[in-house]
């Protein structure tokens, strides 16, 4: 299931409500430079908080980075059973 974090939002809060086994957060651009490192602090602690019922992993796309690439790490990380807690940049 694919999850988005917009500035303003809480990722504590949009992982703990979200219903599937898999779950992959695509982190906004936008943030600013706090909310980002916050972003990318909690995705671990998160995965093995719901670990191993769920899994959880994050995309960071620049504002550049083509919707095609996203779209394609999104769907590895889906399907990758035994990932979770990984973060991908993407150009």
């Known amino acids: 299931m694919l999850l988005r974090l917009e500035a303003g ?6 992982v703990r409500n979200a219903n599937a086994r898999s ?5 906004s651009p936008a943030l600013d430079p706090l909310a980002m490192a916050q972003a990318r602090a909690a995705i671990g602690p998160l995965a093995v908080e719901l670990a191993p019922a769920r899994r959880l992993n994050a995309v960071f796309p620049t504002e550049t980075a083509a919707a095609a690439h996203i779209d394609a790490a999104v769907e590895f990380l889906d399907q990758a059973r ?3 807690g990984q973060l991908l940049d993407i150009a």
């Open 9 to 14: 939002g809480d990722i504590a809060a949009l």
């Open 23 to 27: 779950l992959v957060v695509s982190i």
């Open 82 to 84: 035994s990932t979770t």
